[in-house]
């Protein structure tokens, strides 16, 4: 299973794209019984993009359109949409376009608690990153080392950081002259679905 998470870029920041995958070995695979939960199943990440600033939506619908039917031939997929701020508005292109592939629009918040509502998710920040975190500390999570932007990622990774306000506030992501976080908020939508979408949860739980 493939899910595909995307992050939307505004005026000073990239549009990114990120695919991570499941791996399952099957029912009858030979190995099964003797093999750990952690060995069975595991996600990668696959393919990471971060288009150039001021690219259009259009652009972007389309690329990821694009994208999504690529790996429609591969296997089952679903696209994780950040719509927070500009997002809905490109979801609703996105749905316009009467793709072929499972979308799950995800508002992006500073609360504390994961709930959905009228089919969109609302994920607290911190919840998106430290199950990024937990993921690529724990082996859960890989990134393979031949992608072109495998080192931007890295590199995006070690300028996220939690920060407070005055306010009291946290403030949770890069946000230094030249710092970016695109690509990791994009994997970290990936993988928030990844997870989710395995772990046989319902009502509440599911992805839709």
């Given at each position: 299973m493939f899910y595909a998470g995307l992050?939307?870029?505004k005026r000073l920041d990239f549009s990114a794209l990120a695919v991570v995958e499941r791996e399952e070995f099957g029912a009858g695979d030979p190995l099964?019984?003797?093999?750990?939960t952690r060995e069975r199943r595991g996600l990668v990440v696959r393919y990471l993009e971060r288009m150039a600033l001021g690219t259009p939506y259009t652009e972007v619908v389309r690329r990821v359109t694009e994208l999504m039917?690529?790996?429609r031939q591969k296997g089952p997929c679903?696209?994780?949409?950040d719509a927070t701020g500009?997002?809905?508005p490109v979801v609703d292109m996105l749905r316009r376009a009467k793709p072929g592939f499972a979308m799950t629009p995800v508002l992006i918040t500073g609360g504390a608690e994961?709930?959905?509502k009228d089919g969109v998710w609302h994920v607290p920040k911190v919840d998106l990153l430290?199950?990024?975190q937990a993921a690529l500390e724990g082996g859960e999570l890989r990134i393979s080392r031949r992608l072109k932007e495998t080192a931007t990622l890295v590199r995006e990774l070690g300028d996220v950081r939690v920060r407070a306000r005055g306010t009291g506030a946290m403030r949770i992501g890069a946000d230094?002259?030249?710092e970016h976080d695109d690509l990791v908020i994009a994997v970290a939508l990936g993988c928030w679905a990844g997870r989710k979408g395995g772990a046989g949860n319902g009502g509440e739980g599911r992805l839709v």
């Open positions: 992050d939307l870029g099964r019984p003797w093999m750990d039917e690529r790996l679903r696209l994780v949409v500009v997002g809905m994961q709930h959905n430290a199950g990024l230094g002259h030249g």
